[in-house]
C-alpha cells in the first residue's frame, strides 16, 4: 500500500573546497531504468528542528559531525518512485564537515537497513549532460547559485 503522507526531510548541501563539487547520493529506480543524485540527509522526526534532523542524519549515515551553517531553502518535492507516488518537504541546508579527511574521500558509503549505499562528489553540470537527474527538482539551479559560506 502507497505511502500517503507528506514527509519532512533535511538534506545536507555539502561542497567540496578544493574543487567546488558536491555531496550527493547515488540511487536507481528500478521501474524507471534510471538512475539519479539526491543531497545525503534525512527524515526530521517530530520534536526535532532540520537542523538537528541533518547534523543527526549525517552522524547516523557517515559517522560524520557536520555543522549546519545555513537553511539556504525549502522546496516541496512531488516524484514517482518505485511506481508509488511520494510527497516530501525538504529543507536544504549548507553544512560542512568538522573533521575535514572527509573532504579527501572520494567516495563515502554507509548501509541503511540492508542496503549498502554510496555518495559521491558531484557536478551538477556534469550530471546534466549526462542526462542524469539531481533531485530535488530545481536544485541544480540553487546550487549554481550558492556561493561557499
Same mark, same amino acid.
Given at each position: 500500500?502507497?505511502?500517503?503522507?507528506?514527509?519532512?526531510?533535511?538534506?545536507?548541501?555539502?561542497?567540496?573546497?578544493?574543487?567546488?563539487?558536491?555531496?550527493?547520493?547515488?540511487?536507481?529506480?528500478?521501474?524507471?531504468?534510471?538512475?539519479?543524485?539526491?543531497?545525503?540527509?534525512?527524515?526530521?522526526?517530530?520534536? #526535532?528542528?532540520?537542523?538537528?534532523?541533518? @547534523? !543527526?542524519?549525517?552522524? &547516523?549515515? %557517515?559517522?560524520? $559531525?557536520? +555543522?549546519?551553517?545555513?537553511?539556504?531553502?525549502?522546496?516541496?518535492?512531488?516524484?514517482?518512485?518505485?511506481?508509488?507516488?511520494?510527497? #516530501?518537504?525538504?529543507?536544504?541546508?549548507? @553544512? !560542512?564537515?568538522?573533521? &575535514?579527511? %572527509?573532504?579527501? $574521500?572520494? +567516495?563515502?558509503?554507509?548501509?541503511?537497513?540492508?542496503?549498502?549505499?554510496?555518495?559521491?562528489?558531484?557536478?551538477?553540470?556534469?550530471?546534466?549532460?549526462?542526462?542524469?537527474?539531481?533531485?530535488?527538482?530545481?536544485?541544480?539551479?540553487?546550487?549554481?547559485?550558492?556561493?561557499?559560506?
Amino acid at each position: 500500500m502507497a505511502d500517503t503522507r507528506i514527509r519532512v526531510k533535511a538534506f545536507a548541501l555539502i561542497r567540496r573546497p578544493s574543487d567546488g563539487k558536491w555531496l550527493a547520493m547515488y540511487g536507481t529506480d528500478p521501474s524507471k531504468d534510471r538512475e539519479f543524485y539526491r543531497p545525503a540527509g534525512g527524515s526530521v522526526e517530530f520534536g #526535532e528542528s532540520s537542523r538537528d534532523a541533518v @547534523c !543527526r542524519e549525517m552522524m &547516523e549515515e %557517515f559517522g560524520a $559531525v557536520v +555543522e549546519a551553517v545555513r537553511l539556504w531553502g525549502t522546496t516541496e518535492n512531488i516524484f514517482r518512485y518505485m511506481g508509488e507516488i511520494g510527497h #516530501e518537504v525538504v529543507f536544504l541546508w549548507e @553544512c !560542512r564537515f568538522v573533521d &575535514e579527511s %572527509f573532504y579527501n $574521500v572520494d +567516495e563515502l558509503t554507509l548501509t541503511e537497513g540492508d542496503e549498502q549505499l554510496v555518495a559521491h562528489w558531484i557536478d551538477p553540470d556534469d550530471l546534466a549532460a549526462r542526462g542524469i537527474p539531481l533531485y530535488p527538482d530545481g536544485l541544480p539551479e540553487l546550487l549554481g547559485s550558492l556561493k561557499p559560506g
